[in-house]
Each structure stands twice: as C-alpha cells, then as structure tokens.
C-alpha cells in the first residue's frame, strides 16, 4: 500500500516497510486495498467521459458522475494526505531531538490512525447524505428579490430586540444569549437579518457569533453565514467555523422549511470540510416543557454533520419562537430554552 503519492514508489514503498515494522501504520487488507483503489481509479475518471479500463467492470460507472460522490472521495484524499503530512513532519521532528527515535514514532502512531480513521467515516458519513438527499451538485440559485430580512416563519420568527436565553448543562455549565439585532447585513447580494450569537463558560466568554438569516418569498428561511468569534482566556483565538454564502466555495442552507414535514431533509449550510449541518424533520405536533415553559405544537428534527460522525442532536422549535431544546444523544446534554427577554 503506497501511502504517500508525492514521493517516488520506491521510496514509498520503504517509507510503507518501515512505519509497519515499527506498528506505525497498520498491514494493508486486500478487500480495503482493492475498495480504495477502486475509488482512487474512479476519482482519477472526468466528470465528461470514462477512460476504458480504468477501473474493474464489476464497478457502476455511473458513480463517476456523481459530484457529490466525488467530493466526498476527494475529501477524504485530502484529509489522508494532510494526516501523512503531519505524521512525517513529526517525524522530521523525532531526528533532531534526543531519544529514542522508535519511541519518539510510537507516541505519534495513535493520532495517525485516529485522523485517518475519522477521514474514513467522515467520507462514509458524506456518501450516506449523497444517497439520502439523492443530489448531484449543491448549489442553490438565490434571487435576491425573492428575500426579505423580515423573518415571521412560525418555527424560526426573528423579532428585532428579542434575547432568547439558553442553558447547556454540561461540563462547565454554559449559557448562550440569542439576540435578533434590528441591523441588516448584505451577504452574496441578499439582505439578511442579523442575529448575535454569545456563549459564556463559569461566567467566561468563550464564543461571539453573528449569524444572517433571509426568508424566501415562499416562507422558509434561509442560512447564509456567520462570523465566529472564538475566545480562550478572555482573547480573542480564532475565527473558525466562519463562512459566507458566494465566498470559497461557501452555499447557504435551509434553517427552516415553510411547512415543515416528517421525512424533510436538508442542508442548513455548506463550506465542504468547515460547514456541513444537516437536518430531518422526525415529528410534528410535539410538547416540549422547558425552565421557559411548555410550549405544544412543536416540530422534532434531528441535526448532525458528517464533519462529526455519529454525533446526532434531536433540536425543538416552537410556535412563535423558534429553539427550545436540544439533546445530544451521545452524551445526554440538554440545551434548555430558560428565559424570552421582550424587546424593549
């Protein structure tokens, strides 16, 4: 098994003899070995035509013109490629510090496999919403005269002034303030409506967002970014998980269908690799009963992205005020909707 494409094979080869030896990468299977060369094979095919024998005949053609397939698979190359990258440049590391350099590897084999290992499920994660959504491309065209920042969706209504309070009890206790600001904010030519997004961990600020949402014609709403602002000891660290619709690569998603239905699945965001919520309508007509109060009429969703396999959260919104409750149901943990501060 050639596990690095950007050096000669012989070196390669030795690179590959060397790290199993010492239990850095696993012994090639030949039943895994021929599925990636398969895909490797398709992935190398255009999207135009097929190269004859490029690839078994037992394989579906077809599934080289599927962009969302192809996506997936180029993904997880790339996630491949950079856990190789970091694993050799530490390595790189190992020889210009003392010790032992057999030990010096083994303490780098556990992140090794773990990053490949979730570059493999995030890709089975990605086939499994290409089949789900059956789609080929995603990429929504957005008129701008077909959206207003005046959002009254019943299951996602953004009031000017509103602060919805939230509690997470998890470890440390956290408690987000989401506030409809009355300011607008343009994002790939649609006027959306602003929302300010803050998170406080033991009283500490550790996340300032500003999301912009757009309501269609036809009454769902629309998610066309946000800006993130992630905190750590009281400063400002980094942006991650900041993305707007019509920049690299970035498309929005659906936050709320107009009439919500069981079995409605879509794409609340997508930046391949950094935005890649999903959500299924699973029931309609719920009770939910929070510290806010009981709300009746609710719709059950579950949410999840592919950039987090086998996480899955089930979310509530109610009638006339959107979220009121999320459960993780890996871990347990509650988002509560606890206090409704009217606007002023």
Same mark, same amino acid.
């Given at each position: 098994? $050639?596990?690095?494409?950007?050096?000669?094979?012989?070196?390669?080869?030795?690179?590959?003899?060397?790290?199993?030896? $010492?239990?850095?990468?696993?012994?090639?299977? #030949? +039943?895994?070995?021929?599925?990636?060369?398969?895909?490797?094979?398709?992935?190398? @095919?255009?999207?135009?035509?097929?190269?004859?024998?490029?690839?078994?005949?037992?394989? !579906?053609?077809?599934?080289?013109? !599927?962009?969302?397939?192809?996506?997936?698979?180029?993904?997880?190359?790339?996630?491949?490629?950079?856990?190789?990258?970091?694993?050799?440049?530490?390595?790189?590391?190992?020889?210009?510090?003392?010790?032992?350099?057999?030990?010096?590897?083994r303490e780098l084999?556990?992140?090794?496999?773990?990053?490949?290992?979730?570059?493999?499920?995030?890709?089975?994660?990605?086939?499994?919403?290409?089949?789900?959504?059956?789609?080929?491309?995603?990429?929504?065209?957005?008129?701008?005269?077909?959206?207003?920042?005046?959002?009254?969706? %019943?299951?996602?209504?953004?009031?000017?002034? =509103?602060? @919805?309070?939230?509690?997470?009890?998890?470890?440390?206790?956290?408690? *987000?303030?989401? *506030?409809?600001l009355a300011e607008?904010?343009?994002?790939? /030519?649609?006027?959306?409506?602003?929302? =300010?997004?803050?998170?406080?961990?033991?009283?500490?600020?550790?996340?300032?967002? /500003?999301?912009?949402?757009?309501?269609?014609?036809?009454?769902?709403?629309?998610?066309?970014?946000?800006?993130?602002?992630?905190?750590?000891?009281?400063?400002?660290?980094?942006? /991650?998980?900041?993305?707007?619709?019509?920049? /690299?690569?970035?498309?929005?998603?659906?936050?709320?269908?107009?009439?919500? =239905?069981?079995? !409605?699945?879509?794409r609340q965001e997508?930046? @391949?690799?950094?935005?890649?919520?999903?959500? &299924?309508? +699973?029931?309609?007509?719920?009770?939910? %009963?929070?510290?806010?109060?009981?709300?009746?009429?609710?719709?059950?969703?579950?949410?999840?992205?592919?950039?987090?396999?086998? $996480?899955?959260? &089930?979310?509530?919104?109610?009638?006339?005020?959107?979220?009121?409750?999320?459960?993780?149901?890996?871990?347990?943990? %509650?988002?509560?909707?606890?206090?409704?501060?009217? #606007?002023?």
């Open positions: 098994m $050639i596990l690095f494409p950007f050096v000669t094979a012989d070196l390669a080869a030795r690179l590959s003899a060397a790290l199993f030896a $010492i239990g850095a990468v696993a012994a090639p299977g #030949p +039943v895994i070995e021929e599925q990636i060369a398969i895909e490797r094979a398709l992935l190398a @095919l255009s999207a135009d035509r097929a190269l004859p024998g490029l690839f078994p005949p037992a394989v !579906d053609a077809a599934i080289v013109h !599927d962009a969302c397939v192809r996506a997936a698979l180029t993904a997880r190359e790339a996630a491949f490629a950079e856990a190789q990258a970091d694993f050799l440049f530490a390595v790189a590391k190992c020889t210009s510090t003392e010790g032992s350099f057999g030990h010096c590897i084999r556990q992140a090794f496999h773990e990053a490949r290992a979730l570059a493999q499920r995030q890709y089975e994660a990605r086939r499994a919403v290409c089949r789900m959504l059956d789609e080929d491309t995603y990429d929504p065209d957005l008129q701008e005269t077909e959206f207003s920042p005046t959002i009254d969706n %019943r299951f996602f209504p953004l009031v000017p002034g =509103r602060t @919805l309070v939230y509690r997470t009890n998890g470890d440390p206790v956290e408690e *987000t303030r989401v *506030t409809t607008t904010f343009v994002v790939d /030519d649609i006027v959306c409506r602003a929302v =300010r997004d803050t998170v406080t961990a033991g009283g500490e600020l550790v996340e300032d967002t /500003d999301d912009w949402f757009a309501q269609h014609r036809d009454g769902a709403v629309w998610y066309l970014g946000e800006l993130a602002r992630n905190y750590e000891n009281g400063l400002l660290h980094d942006l /991650d998980g900041s993305w707007s619709a019509g920049e /690299d690569g970035a498309h929005p998603g659906i936050q709320m269908k107009a009439n919500p =239905r069981v079995g !409605d699945s879509y997508f930046l @391949l690799g950094d935005a890649e919520d999903l959500a &299924t309508v +699973v029931a309609v007509g719920e009770t939910v %009963r929070v510290p806010a109060g009981t709300f009746t009429g609710c719709i059950r969703t579950e949410e999840w992205s592919p950039l987090e396999p086998g $996480i899955v959260e &089930t979310k509530y919104y109610a009638p006339g005020f959107g979220f009121v409750l999320g459960i993780n149901q890996t871990s347990g943990v %509650r988002t509560e909707l606890v206090r409704v501060i009217a #606007p002023r």
